[in-house]
């Protein structure tokens, strides 16, 4: 058990890859990979989550494995757009899919993007909201404002002190849920 990689998942509060959030989930699990985590991002736009309390989503089969992976996985990075002052409901709507049983006890990092100056908004409303799902968020966290103009063409943060706020958060989830583990 000691020596097997921890699992994280990556969730994007908006739908898709090349959104600025997609982009930023993948620059965290890419960190973490190189520091030997195994890593999976959850792509909304391949295995779309239905709205919760929709027709049939009870039964739908990708929500089913959407639950098992996420109870697979040890910690979690999320990011989420910052609309209307909160988080987006892409990003609600996939947490509504989880439960304590999926993720309590478990280590999340947080980001979120903003089209405007930089605030803590949607990551506060992010960590109260993962209290009732019993899981424990880091206190590193990261908001990235502008986001427009926050990448550069390959798709790196533009700003060194924005990655390595993202390096010291994706090391501060790692380090926890390795904790964890050996608790
Ligand atoms: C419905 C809606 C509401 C938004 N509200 C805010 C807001 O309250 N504050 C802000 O700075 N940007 C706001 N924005 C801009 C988004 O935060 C921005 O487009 C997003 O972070 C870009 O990320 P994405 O490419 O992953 O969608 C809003 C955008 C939309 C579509």
């Not at 982009?23 to 030997?36: C, H, I, S, Y």
């Not at 992010?126 to 103009?149: D, F, T």
Request: proline share 3%.
């Amino acid at each position: 058990m000691a020596d097997t990689p921890l699992k994280v998942m990556g969730l994007s509060g908006s739908i898709g890859r090349q959104s600025k959030n997609g982009m930023l989930v993948d620059l965290a699990l890419r960190k973490a990979q190189e520091n030997g985590a195994e890593v999976h991002f959850w792509d909304l736009e391949e295995k779309p989550l239905p709205l919760v309390g929709e027709k049939g989503c009870w039964s739908n089969p990708i929500v089913k494995e959407f639950q098992e992976m996420a109870s697979s996985c040890d910690a979690f990075l999320v990011s989420s757009p910052e609309y209307h002052g909160t988080m987006s409901g892409v990003m609600k709507n996939t947490f509504d899919w989880v439960y304590d049983q999926h993720v309590g006890g478990k280590v999340f990092g947080l980001m979120s993007t903003l089209g405007g100056i930089s605030n803590s908004n949607t990551l506060n409303h992010m960590r109260i909201m993962l209290r009732w799902l019993h899981a424990n968020p880091v206190s590193q966290q990261l908001a990235v404002g502008h986001v427009k103009e926050a990448f550069d063409d390959d798709g790196n943060l533009a700003d060194d002190g924005m990655t390595a706020r993202l390096d010291s958060l994706v090391a501060s989830v790692l380090k926890t849920a390795t904790m964890y583990r050996n608790m």
